[in-house]
């Protein structure tokens, strides 16, 4: 065993031995002035004098008499407290992280969406948002497309609806390539099946697509409902102070981004296999019936990953689907000032929406914990301040990577994993830490920064009565005004991004009874060996 581990045991020994309780130390401070002849006007020992002598009175110490009278280590809290604490307000947390968007790839690509999600919120949301964007933008270019060059008026016609649901499919298997879907999509336009491919294509994408709104939609409103249970039990509770909420609600609002994020998870949609896209692509190539269009035209090779000068291609779409648009959360290659997209929204405006919530979390989180007795810039103000300027930090060193041409495909993804790794995991562990009683010392008792600054560092005891008034007028402000701006970013996201009132992106659906011919062509062995996506019952968990 090393030094620094007989040093870090004793360090948690010496913790555990001199434990410390803030209502202990208090209940014996009171016993000094009453019965061993403490002077409560002594102003080198009490912070504020005359200090109160009555069971409810709140009194203030130096912090040096705190170390010295109470203890100089920290102590954890006991057991079921803690459980309480990450039951009442972690759980929640952890149960809107699950019911994020998922990919349907493998089980190392949905620990990354987890990752990337935690780890990055920032370009989470953001990479969201552009995935809409970028179907708002096939709505328009499709509506366009089919007036001007008169598709709706063939024999078989080009729906609007379909054209876009196609173009997204393309965006969803080549989103970090430079080629555009309107750059796949506007030579096929005057081949003479691409009605039909086109209307088939849609349908098997169609088929193959599920909005999960529903269970989201139950997440938000346990969430909601667990977390104020807990506040209004712990609100209303008669035992000692630290069983009153304060800041164990703040660290439970740092999390409240997830509100605006999870909404934009659901409204995204995802496939139901990791090969429904590339399938319902391949059949849309084999109805063309064109030569010269072949799924290498279409797909050129891309990078499957590059560093410095080192990589090597792949032509297989469905290899490099998550650093390619298959992960909708992570979308490598975004616009952050202009698109060149008909339709597409502000880059800047969708960057700072998805700042928003971070800024909003961070904010509420330390309004909480700064009220919260001793008032002051404390040792969970600045772990609050530190987890948001993390999260910040996240999505710079992710744009500084994904704006580097020496790393791209695969390497980027998994740096970019090992960093969210770090931070997302990191922030958890810090909050889960909090809750257990890191922070239960002295000197996190106090107020902090603003004792230092101002010469006056001290420390509140007997704080059952301004916690209690908190709790009734402060919290519940700060609280219901934190969701409540959250909701309202999502609804400004709703509004810059146009997508919020579109219809045709809701893609679960069934075949139309009109298109059958697919049907008949592949039973009669004309065409493509992939075979139809499996048609069952209409889907019922939107």
């Not at 307000?89 to 809107?96: H, K, S």
């Amino acid at each position: 065993m090393t030094k620094f581990q007989v040093l870090f045991l004793l360090t948690l020994l010496i913790h555990v031995v001199f434990a410390i309780d803030r209502d202990a130390c208090a209940a014996g401070i009171r016993h000094d002035i009453e019965t061993q002849g403490l002077n409560p006007n002594n102003s080198t020992f009490f912070y504020h004098v005359p200090a109160p002598t009555d069971l409810n009175g709140t009194f203030s110490l130096w912090l040096g008499i705190c170390l010295s009278k109470c203890g100089h280590g920290f102590s954890w809290y006991v057991g079921y407290e803690i459980s309480n604490r990450i039951v009442g307000w972690l759980i929640p947390v952890l149960v809107l992280i699950g019911n994020m968007h998922m990919p349907p790839l493998g089980g190392k690509y949905k620990a990354f969406s987890i990752l990337h999600f935690i780890g990055d919120p920032i370009d989470s949301m953001l990479s969201l948002q552009h995935t809409l964007a970028v179907r708002r933008a096939a709505k328009v270019w499709a509506e366009k497309t089919v007036t001007e060059h008169g598709l709706d008026k063939l024999g078989e016609r080009v729906t609007p609806q379909g054209l876009a649901t196609v173009f997204w499919a393309f965006d969803t298997l080549n989103a970090d390539s430079k080629t555009t879907p309107i750059s796949i999509l506007g030579p096929l336009l005057r081949l003479k099946k691409f009605p039909f491919a086109i209307a088939e294509a849609a349908a098997d994408i169609r088929n193959t697509t599920v909005k999960e709104s529903m269970r989201t939609y139950l997440a938000i409103i346990t969430y909601l409902a667990t977390v104020t249970t807990a506040f209004v039990k712990a609100s209303s509770s008669k035992q000692q102070c630290d069983s009153r909420p304060g800041n164990r609600v703040a660290l439970a609002m740092l999390y409240c981004w997830l509100l605006p994020a999870i909404l934009l998870s659901t409204f995204s949609a995802r496939f139901t296999t990791s090969d429904a896209c590339i399938r319902a692509i391949r059949r849309f190539v084999r109805h063309l019936e064109d030569e010269t269009v072949t799924e290498a035209s279409i797909f050129p090779a891309q990078y499957h990953s590059r560093f410095i000068e080192k990589g090597r291609t792949a032509d297989g779409v469905q290899e490099v689907a998550p650093w390619s648009g298959g992960i909708y959360v992570y979308r490598p290659r975004k616009p952050l000032l202009s698109s060149s997209l008909p339709g597409y929204p502000s880059p800047v405006y969708m960057l700072v929406l998805s700042v928003l919530p971070i800024i909003i979390a961070m904010c509420i989180a330390i309004g909480i914990s700064y009220s919260t007795p001793t008032i002051g810039f404390g040792c969970r103000s600045i772990a609050e301040i530190s987890i948001g300027c993390m999260w910040l930090f996240s999505f710079l060193v992710g744009l500084l990577l994904q704006a580097l041409p020496q790393v791209t495909g695969e390497v980027q993804l998994v740096i970019i994993g090992i960093k969210d790794f770090v931070m997302g995991f990191g922030a958890l562990l810090v909050v889960t830490f909090i809750y257990s009683g890191a922070f239960n010392s002295c000197w996190c008792w106090s107020n902090g920064l603003d004792g230092i600054l101002n010469h006056s560092l001290h420390v509140l005891l007997g704080v059952d009565a301004n916690l209690q008034v908190n709790a009734e007028k402060i919290y519940p402000g700060l609280v219901g005004g934190g969701l409540g701006a959250q909701v309202a970013v999502f609804g400004a996201m709703w509004g810059v991004g146009g997508w919020g009132n579109m219809s045709w992106w809701e893609l679960v659906g069934v075949r139309r009874e009109g298109n059958r011919r697919a049907t008949v062509e592949e039973s009669a062995g004309d065409d493509s060996a992939v075979p139809l996506v499996e048609r069952g019952p209409r889907r019922n968990d939107e």
